[in-house]
């Protein structure tokens, strides 16, 4: 255990040296913290102004459904868009789905001020829901240009904690502002509207890159156009998934853990609506919420040293087990049951993103590389749409399902069947560390 806590340790010291020798990596940094801000406000901000309004009288379960519905669109469209990340120049992808994102919530805010209908500001959401997406997956293609190969676990790790971080902060914002300016269909917009500035600084932020520092180091599907490459996006980008194993397998824990979440979610949703008097609940889904937050922190530190001293074979099997018991705290049917499973299930779903993230940014090529993680987005949201479909169906009006339960636990036991089928075995363990003349100059890619 120790050797392993000190691979990890000097996976974070050469991260933190390479953070100091390339200006690319803290700048990427600052787009991925502003840009999840900017999803922290707006979140928070649509969720008030929808379920929360007393302006508005949605009921939670329908208004739930109708994001996940809402979601199925960009579902489909995002390996294709991803396409563009393999041709276009990336800084400029990332600024100009900055500035559309700051126009669309511009636009959810008038929706939202005018008292136009849940439905019409839902779908103006969904735009919203589809430029972030895109920024993200522009930011993920983007890493491995100013991050070392050797700590790109490490990267990712605190890439990702920072910005969950940051989505919890833009929460807090939006509920500080909208004790201000009111509740009410016009506080709800104003609230809105933090997020058009927010997104506006990250697009600037992210202009200050050099010309192609993020590539892609040569165009994907070279001699067609763009309108070409994005109609065989999915193509590439399943075509490349299936070619690597590693990444395959990494997706389909990732794909299981996401349904396996969305069955949950939903059961958190109605559950904690009816437990302990009714009420809505927002309290007891924060808090639950929050648990999974504390898990993915935890995921942050655990996952670099994991990786390091077991591989991500190894490491993917054992969140997938820890899945699978922490599925059976469920069957309580109590807030703290819940909250002790949500810790846990936080830490699996953020393990398991990362090995996703490393196996995409290390053993995909990055002609493809925005085409993969736009599929990653796609099975995100397939899988949770469709497990929350699902579970509205057959759920319960008190929440209260044992046989849901149990399934997503058999299902945790699945993926771990799939992974050790799919991964090739070995101690895929990220290389150890290098040599300081090995660190790019400072402003220089990686290769």
């Known amino acids: 255990m120790n050797s392993a806590v000190t691979e990890g340790a000097s996976s974070w010291k050469?991260?933190?040296h390479s953070l100091n020798h390339s200006p690319g990596l803290g700048r990427l940094l600052a787009v991925r913290l502003t840009s999840q801000l900017t999803d922290g406000?707006?979140?928070a901000a649509?969720?008030?102004?929808v379920l929360f309004n007393p302006e508005r009288h949605a009921d939670p379960l329908a208004a739930a459904l109708g994001f996940a519905v809402l979601l199925l669109p960009y579902s489909v469209i995002g390996p294709f868009a991803g396409a563009l990340l393999d041709r276009w120049d990336r800084r400029n992808v990332l600024l100009w789905a900055n500035v559309l994102r700051a126009v669309l919530i511009g636009l959810v805010a008038v929706a939202m001020a005018t008292g136009g209908a849940d439905t019409l500001v839902l779908i103006s959401a969904l735009t919203v829901t589809g430029a972030s997406r895109f920024v993200a997956s522009g930011l993920s293609a983007a890493l491995p240009h100013v991050a070392h190969?050797?700590?790109i676990v490490a990267?990712?790790?605190?890439?990702?904690t920072l910005g969950g971080a940051m989505l919890s902060v833009g929460a807090g914002l939006t509920l500080g502002v909208r004790a201000l300016v009111g509740n009410d269909n016009v506080g709800s917009a104003e609230t809105i509207l933090i997020g058009v500035v927010l997104a506006l600084v990250a697009g600037l932020v992210a202009h200050g890159f050099p010309v192609l520092q993020l590539g892609p180091d040569r165009a994907d599907d070279p001699g067609h156009s763009a309108a070409h490459a994005v109609a065989v996006g999915f193509v590439h980008g399943a075509r490349a998934i299936i070619r690597c194993r590693p990444a395959a397998a990494a997706l389909s824990a990732i794909g299981v853990h996401r349904f396996i979440f969305g069955v949950n979610t939903l059961t958190l949703f109605v559950f904690a609506r009816h437990v302990d008097g009714g009420g809505d609940g927002l309290s007891r889904i924060s808090l639950v919420l929050g648990c999974v937050a504390a898990g993915a922190f935890v995921a942050a530190f655990t996952t670099p040293i994991l990786v390091a001293r077991f591989g991500r074979r190894a490491t993917l099997v054992a969140m997938l087990a820890l899945g699978a018991l922490a599925q059976l705290l469920l069957l309580t049917f109590t807030i703290p049951g819940f909250c002790t499973a949500a810790i846990?299930?936080?830490?699996?779903?953020?393990t398991t993103k990362l090995c996703g993230d490393v196996a995409m940014q290390v053993d995909i090529d990055d002609t493809v590389r925005g085409q993969v993680f736009s599929a990653q987005d796609a099975l995100f949201n397939v899988a949770y749409v469709l497990a929350m479909v699902l579970t509205a169906l057959v759920i319960g009006p008190q929440g209260r399902s044992v046989t849901l339960v149990l399934i997503g636990c058999g299902l945790y036991l699945v993926g771990i069947v799939v992974v050790r089928a799919v991964h090739p075995p070995g101690r895929d363990r990220q290389p150890g560390p290098f040599a300081?003349?090995?660190l790019p100059k400072p402003g220089a890619p990686s290769a």
Request: net charge negative.
């Open 149 to 151: 190969r050797e700590v």
């Open 344 to 350: 846990g299930l936080g830490l699996v779903g953020q």
């Open 41 to 43: 406000v707006f979140q």
């Open 436 to 438: 300081e003349d090995h």
């Open 14 to 16: 050469i991260f933190i």
């Open 46 to 49: 649509l969720i008030g102004g």
């Open 155 to 160: 990267t990712n790790a605190l890439f990702t």
